[in-house]
């Protein structure tokens, strides 16, 4: 059986609007993965065949440093998103405080080296952080500070101002770490350009596999981060562990691809998006600046659950709050955060991919029209 | 038809699932969260259980969809804590009454209706009857699984949107075949027993947690108050209970039981068996499947989980409802008095506190 034959609409072509789970795989990425697959070398093996493995992965390494502006030595291969910026918080921030953003992925959130104070910075309702509370939370304390702050929110999309962020960091000597999961490969930045001592990427929500991302380092290389686990020594000491080669080949074609082809998603979203306020939604975070291709999408007094199961049963992925293990639909903390507590429950969250069609937005609007306008039953759940 | 279908990762509701896609319905599984299985010191993280994994694993070889619904808050203020707060109101509580009225047959239901279904299914073990005047909800074939009694709140409307497929079984074995003949992975698995929420039985550690004023030792009295023994904790009593009374079980040579439960106090008052007994009792929240003349109901009330039903007139009241045994009883408060007639569920409700209290 395939997973299509519980679609009674006789749509069975799945619409893709998850993006800011997992982007779909890239063809560079897809070629430059299956031609790394079959390379059997280590790259820390003196032979030959470790010798072609180095090569690709120091080549990754060129381009992923080149398109972030970093030195290609202060570009670390982690495992992912979780676990650069994890590193950054305990290899690098040993001894500080912490400040972290309200509307922190769980990544970041949870990152937190144990024992340390952390400060939770709040956001106003559109999301971003509030500058005033910022600078107080600055101030209050002469010791250094650990500042982590997203660059685009995983569930609304809102960019926080970054340049005044990184402005005060500069002012009060913080150390500023920017989880840019969700923004790399959809909008143009650099470290240099956003003022942060270190950035958080991670491949497969560029177009690359899952598996690989990269934690990117300002400053002469090799810049020094304590490793979560020694291991072999790989990555200058910073991270043990041999490196996953076709991930991280897939990351620097993925990153490259979207880099080199941007596209604008936000007509596309703003079309979308258009359509759900017409039919009764509200877009949570809709006065900020915001990533392109992403919308968070309430539609009062109907919980997130049943919208998810609903669009899902049309063919059509979309998610609520963040991902969890067991699958079951999470309260979202960042539209709490925001102060919209009682949409919290009930908004979902649309990501256009990078190969978004327009007839998807039409299969989007027109299921989401759908529920809006059926009867709502009044939920406990 | 799309059905939802209430899949709790064992074997009953996934035979449940599995007869009804190959009848030809759409199946739609939903698995409650309803707490998390890694215990209360976890509060917030979420865990996907091996009940979880089992549901989706049979979902996923049936290859219909399958979603995990958070339940936990609504599980927490509906079930358990109200299960503890009617401990602490001396009450014996049925929980899973609690859990099927709320979480299952209100919240889930609306979902499935939500998500445009046309009926929702249980791997209950009761039978639902199409009757000349509407639905009708029966004792199941197998007695030995019969879960009627836990069911008697389930309205009208609730009644006419739900199915239990199981309800005609012969028994779990023929269960379990099924199971096999559609290559469930959970065909062998062992059933679940007593309170899902507390994984090594103990409800009393989870009472007295939320209840501290109840835990610890106490005094057992008789009806004039006169101290007759010590116990280790109220919890451990129901009126009706003659054991673990240890030299108090007989006094003056009659045998003694609890007939009432001070769990402030943590006091467990004791009367002497014969004489304690009452012939009518009131009920408190009750639900009727049938419409009740006013002059009453002759018909049979089961007033415990597992006891043989007796000889009742039912009295339909403003707040609830008159029982009138034929043979005088002990019941128990917070324990549902159901009414039957022969296999069919009439209605039935809560034993209010008072009908203990005039027993003493």
Known sequence: ?381 | MRILVAMSGGVDSSVVAARLQAEGHEVIGATLQLYDSRGAAKKGACCAGQDIRDARAVADRLGFPHYVIDAERRFQDSVIERFADAYAAGETPVPCVACNQGVKFTDLLGLAKEIGADAMATGHYVRRVEGPDGVELHRPVDSARDQSWFLFATTREQLAFLRFPLGDMPDKGAVRAEAEKFGLIVAGKPDSQDLCFVSDGSYVDLVERMHPEMAGPGEIVDSAGQVVGHHEGVMRFTVGQSKRLGNAARLNGERQMVVGVEPGRRRVIIGPREHSFVSSLSVRDVNWLVDAPPEGLVCHVQMRAREVPRPARVIPTADGALVQLTEPAMPAPGQACVFYDGSRILGGGFIRREAAASAA
């Not at chain 1, 992925?105 to 024992?115: E, F, I, L, N, S």
């Not at chain 1, 919308?295 to 963040?322: E, H």
């Open chain 1, 1 to 381: 059986m395939t997973a299509h034959t519980h679609s009674r609409d006789g749509q069975s072509r799945v619409v893709y609007l998850d993006a800011n789970a997992t982007e779909p795989l890239r063809p560079q990425a897809r070629d430059a993965l299956l031609e790394v697959a079959d390379m059997t070398g280590n790259p820390s093996s003196v032979h030959r065949a470790g010798r072609m493995a180095r090569a690709v992965l120091e080549s990754a390494r060129d381009t992923v440093a080149q398109m972030f502006e970093v030195e290609p030595l202060n570009c670390i291969f982690t495992s992912g998103g979780t676990e650069a910026n994890v590193l950054a918080m305990h290899g690098l921030g040993q001894g500080r405080r912490f400040l972290v953003g309200a509307t922190e992925h769980d990544a970041v959130r949870k990152g937190v080296p144990d024992g340390a104070l952390v400060n939770w910075l709040p956001v106003t309702h559109n999301g971003q952080v509030e500058l005033d509370a910022f600078e107080a939370a600055l101030a209050a304390d002469e010791s250094p500070a650990f500042v982590c702050l997203m660059l685009a929110n995983n569930e609304t999309g809102v960019l926080h101002p970054l340049a005044e962020v990184a402005a005060l960091c500069q002012r009060y000597g913080a150390h500023l770490h920017v989880d840019a999961v969700q923004a790399a490969g959809r909008m143009a930045f650099s470290v240099a350009t956003i003022g942060a001592q270190s950035v958080a990427i991670s491949g497969h929500k560029i177009g690359g596999p899952k598996g690989a991302g990269a934690l990117l380092l300002a400053g002469p290389a090799p810049a020094r981060v304590a490793p979560l686990f020694e291991g072999g020594g790989q990555e200058q000491g910073r991270r043990g562990g041999t490196q996953p080669l076709p991930a991280i080949a897939g990351l620097a074609a993925a990153l490259k691809a979207a880099v080199e082809t941007p596209r604008d998603l936000s007509p596309l979203r703003n079309r979308l998006e258009q359509a759900a306020v017409a039919a009764g939604a509200v877009v949570c975070g809709a006065e900020a600046p915001r990533l392109g291709n992403t919308t968070s999408l309430a539609l009062p007094g109907r919980r997130a659950q049943g919208q998810l199961m609903r669009l899902d049963l049309a063919n059509i992925c979309v998610s609520a709050g963040s991902a969890c293990s067991s699958g079951k639909v999470a309260f979202s903390h960042v539209l709490q955060a925001m102060g919209l507590d009682t949409l919290a429950g009930e908004a979902i969250r649309v990501s256009l991919p990078w190969n978004v069609q327009e007839q998807d937005i039409d299969r989007f609007i027109q299921a989401y029209v759908g529920m809006a306008q059926s009867a709502s039953p009044v939920l406990g759940l």
